[in-house]
């Protein structure tokens, strides 16, 4: 009999779906013809599933423009205690959502579940000690540091890097429950072989010019219209600006205006959503963006330094801390004048970034952690 392996999404950010993505594609990867695997968006189809997951795109979205916002909501996770805050929120606030969320899984009936969200993974625990207690939990944090809200009654709790090993003990999760792997990144991502010019060459961006990419996760908020004006105002030197404004409409559409105004030495590009935007990382110079760990870690995998502009939580300020002071792949550029110097200096002297570009290959050398999880899922029971 198969063992049936679901893996859950959420939408809260596109990083959670990227990393359940790169899960479940290593599972398969397995030709394991003992393995089921099942892939299931949990809030797409229940009403008051999907009021929830819009919730937390709303919530997402204004953390994203607001800074303090989060970490309102970070300081509410100690009013009750650590380990009773969510408990409480879940029996409260989100208790309709978790009765059709435990009849789904029911539905499903897996024997495994994995989850890169915490709510997801409170909720499989709930699954497991109230309706199935033989179903295991895994849950992978793809943060770099461990929250309030993540759940130390799961069976496994996967991490990243020390950091966050080191953090989770201090939210007392138990030693033996803790797995570290590598950096989960898409396949896709750890294939690309092609160089900077063949991606300048498919995107039709000049093959001479400082490249410089501008990202603030899939909505296109956190300050990255500011970030665009301060470069296109105050920049000296020639550089091709890739401006990526995902579903942020009103940002694209300023921006196709825009750059019919600037001056030539300023060429600007704006994309909207791009499935495959680490070709358009492997193709630039540098990245400017916002502290989310997926995409900081789609630019490093492609050997390009990043610099961040902005952090909407704690979780994200550790993640810049991770990859900017830890494994020194790239800068932290809190104002808009530190931005416009680094870009200045860089383009007038690229092999400046030559120490960051060595620290990204330590990265990419170390492997796919999905691969890792995979591994661990197929002999675990």
Known sequence: MKKRILVTYIEAGFGHIMTA???????????????????????????VLRRTEKQYVRDVKIANTI???????????????????????????????????LNKLKQIGPDIIIDTHYLTSFLSTQYRDKIDPHVKVVTYDPDNNVHNWWNIRV?????????????????????????????????????????????????DLPQDRFTVMVAAGGYGKSG???VINALVRNVKQPITLVA?????????????????????????????????????????????????????????LMGVPVGVFYCASNIEYMSAYQFTFVLNCGRFLPRARHIVEWV?????????????IHNTQAVRDAGNGAKNIAEFIQTYE
């Open 244 to 300: 990526i404004c995902g579903t942020n409409k009103w940002l694209y559409n300023r921006l196709q205006k825009l750059k019919q105004k600037l001056p030539s030495q300023i060429d600007l590009r704006p994309y909207q959503f791009v499935q495959s935007v680490y070709e358009l990382n492997r193709a630039s110079d540098i990245f400017l963006t916002k502290g989310g760990p997926n995409a900081m870690l789609d630019s490093v």
């Open 155 to 203: 069976d496994k709790f996967i991490v990243n890097c020390r950091m966050a090993f080191d953090d989770a003990l201090k939210h007392d999760f138990e030693r033996n429950k803790l797995l570290i792997v590598p950096f989960v990144a898409r396949k896709e991502v750890m294939e690309v072989t092609e160089d900077k010019a063949f991606f300048r060459a498919k995107y």
């Open 21 to 47: 993505h790169s899960i479940a594609d290593a599972i398969e990867a397995l030709n394991d013809p003992n393995i089921e695997v099942i892939r299931e968006y949990m809030f797409s189809d229940v009403p």
């Open 344 to 356: 200045n200096s860089c383009a007038m002297n690229p092999t400046i970034l030559d120490f960051f």
């Open 67 to 101: 800074p303090w916002y989060n970490r309102i909501q970070m300081a509410a996770t100690h009013i009750l205690g650590i380990h009773n805050s969510l408990p409480f929120v879940v029996s409260t606030i989100f208790r309709r959502t978790r009765k059709a969320y």
């Open 224 to 226: 990255m219209g500011r």
